[in-house]
């Protein structure tokens, strides 16, 4: 079985390139199906998932000198047993044994015994706001400042519940396999080049 | 013509690397051929080039305020005239029109016009320690300690010169097309992959 998992910057393309090498190599492709899969397995509502799961959280701190259920003591809790539900979740799509692509979630970090490939997209802060802003969807009534100020956010968070998990740095590039800009390219450009690669780099674990 | 640059961490194998991707591809390879050529530019001799370009040099303040001509200030402004000289070369080379690979030397940002690809090969610290110590060469006789202090005090001037080159941040994944971690393998096992990579990237640009 062949795992690939892609960790990306907000607004690097990296969704869009996994779907796509998803398609290309003819491989399951795991986003939001697993924020459906938390939402099923806990009994909540999927939109308070995944707004839980991509919350800041607090500090070690606040969970040790926090003596009454405050709402973020319990925002903390809630995001730690929802990390543990979507830790199974993943593991179970692992399970099943077949080729996937799985775009975010610590992936890398939660099926290493797997030995998947790992990848990270990232791209400069410009390329990164005009994709965002040519893309329709949540963010396309944002302003740029807006915008800029919800890149970070997200990408803050998702290095902050990566250290958590795993105490591992997010975005550093000994941490993948390979971290591939985006900025310059059309996504479906990288396809072909990267195809190539984990086809060969899977050729060689054999 | 196709350019392929090599800029690397100390002990990251990206040396080998670039040489067995020249050798793959059939391009030409220019590593220390480059100091020759500054050598030769510069009368100067070539282990004294390759010490002054490889040496820490020092930050603008000291250049402002130092009154005599002090070995430190000697030192940064022969730093300055090999970097120009060390430029005059690297564009000479781009300018013979073959295909090569140019491992160091801040070549991606000196070639940017001629639309190198350009790649940053990174390793966590244990694999470079252990790739350092099962080589042979000038750095045989270092302990594991000594090896280390060399490893960060050579990743720091590289990265240094490249601010003051370019005014960009050294191994910044946005600043490459491809940032490839060679912890885990033999360098040998990355060629194919990379290969296949390059060549599919170079095909999208015809």
């Not at 009534?141 to 105490?167: P, W």
């Not at 900025?183 to 984990?198: D, M, N, Q, R, W």
Request: aromatic share 8%; glycine share 8%; net charge positive.
């Amino acid at each position: 079985m062949k795992i690939i998992t892609i960790s990306r910057e907000f607004g690097s393309g990296g969704r869009e390139l996994g779907k796509r090498l998803a398609e290309e190599l003819n491989f399951d492709y795991y986003d939001s199906e697993i924020i459906v899969g938390v939402s099923e397995k806990s009994g909540l509502d999927a939109s308070f998932v995944s707004e839980t799961l991509d919350s800041f959280g607090q500090d070690g701190r606040t969970l040790t000198f926090s003596r009454t259920l405050s709402t973020p003591f319990r925002l903390e809790t809630s995001k730690i047993s929802l990390l543990l539900k979507q830790k199974e979740v993943i593991e179970a799509i692992a399970k099943k044994g077949r080729d996937c692509v799985i775009v975010g979630r610590n992936a890398d970090v939660i099926l290493k015994d797997y030995n998947p490939f790992n990848i990270f997209v990232c791209a400069d802060r410009d390329s990164k706001i005009k994709r965002c802003l040519q893309r329709t969807g949540e963010n396309e009534n944002l302003t740029e400042r807006e915008l800029v100020r919800k890149m970070k956010q997200v990408d803050t968070v998702r290095a902050r519940t990566r250290e958590m998990i795993s105490g591992s740095s997010w975005g550093k590039p000994d941490e993948y396999h390979l971290t591939v800009n985006t900025t310059g390219f059309e996504i479906k450009e990288l396809v072909s080049p990267l195809t190539a690669y984990i086809v060969n780099f899977f050729g060689r674990t054999k």
